[in-house]
């Protein structure tokens, strides 16, 4: 069965950057995107792009470019979202998601979630 | 004005019906979308519920009880969750999605009470 198994939560400083990982199984990883969605505390879901699992190359949703950085390690079906010059307002629960395909009109819905990682940013 | 708007709250009893609605802005139109539905429980992430375009295009999310469905409201511009036979299990966050300018475009959810 389809799983997105995410990496444990991160407590970090401002001014640090954080790495989240995204561990596919039960399908092939370079037939459909992996997108990732923010959400902060008590708020509603964020999409903050895509990127192409066959090619690799990034799509960022607008306002989230610059500080966020999309990459693959396709030789163990993982996604990862980095980040850097982390704020306060970067505390939220980032959750990786699949969609039905490579991102396209009718193929980029969230299908498959992972469970989440929570990045707290406190001094 | 936000590209999708839904009520913040509704409270409805258990076995009864709710309609919730995800109204998209005036300058765009509610027909040429796929609305796509999502539940969250606390704690949880979101679960993909169904899609809806029209009768002929819909989509119902695997293991997804009959009792949740969609429509829309074209007068309203609105794409609407129906749920019947409300039950407990049900209070939870509700969020439409579409898909706009090359774009995943999220609703800001509704809290569904069942009380």
């Known amino acids: 069965q389809v799983q997105l198994v995410q990496s444990e939560s991160e407590l970090k400083k401002p001014g640090a950057s954080v790495k989240v990982s995204c561990k596919a199984s039960?399908?092939?990883?370079?037939?459909?995107?992996v997108t990732w969605v923010r959400q902060a505390p008590g708020q509603g879901l964020e999409w903050m792009g895509w990127?192409?699992?066959?090619?690799?190359?990034?799509t960022y949703a607008q306002g989230f470019t610059g500080q966020f950085v999309f990459s693959l390690d396709t030789s163990v079906s993982t996604a990862y979202l980095q980040f850097s010059s982390l704020k306060a307002e970067d505390t939220a629960v980032y959750y990786c998601?699949?969609?039905?395909?490579?991102?396209?009109?009718?193929?980029?819905?969230?299908?498959?979630w992972g469970q989440g990682t929570l990045v707290t940013v406190s001094s | 004005q936000a590209v999708l708007t839904q009520p913040s709250s509704l409270s409805a009893s258990p076995g009864a019906s709710a309609s919730l609605t995800c109204t998209l802005r005036?300058?765009?139109?509610?027909?040429?979308?796929?609305i796509y539905w999502y539940q969250q429980k606390p704690g949880s992430p979101p679960q993909y519920l169904l899609r809806?375009?029209?009768?002929?295009?819909?989509?119902?999310g695997s293991g997804v009880p009959s009792r949740f469905s969609g429509s829309k409201d074209a007068s309203a511009n609105a794409g609407i969750l129906f749920i019947s036979g409300l039950q407990s299990e049900d209070e939870a966050d509700y969020y439409c999605?579409?898909?706009?300018?090359?774009?995943?475009?999220f609703g800001g959810g509704t809290k569904l009470t069942v009380l």
């Open positions: 039960g399908y092939t990883f370079s037939n459909y995107a």
């Open positions: 005036s300058d765009i139109n509610v027909d040429t979308y796929r």
């Open positions: 809806y375009k029209s009768d002929s295009d819909k989509q119902q």
């Open positions: 998601a699949r969609g039905k395909g490579l991102c396209s009109e009718y193929n980029c819905y969230p299908e498959y």
């Open positions: 999605m579409i898909w706009h300018n090359s774009a995943v475009v």
């Open positions: 990127i192409n699992t066959n090619t690799g190359n990034p």
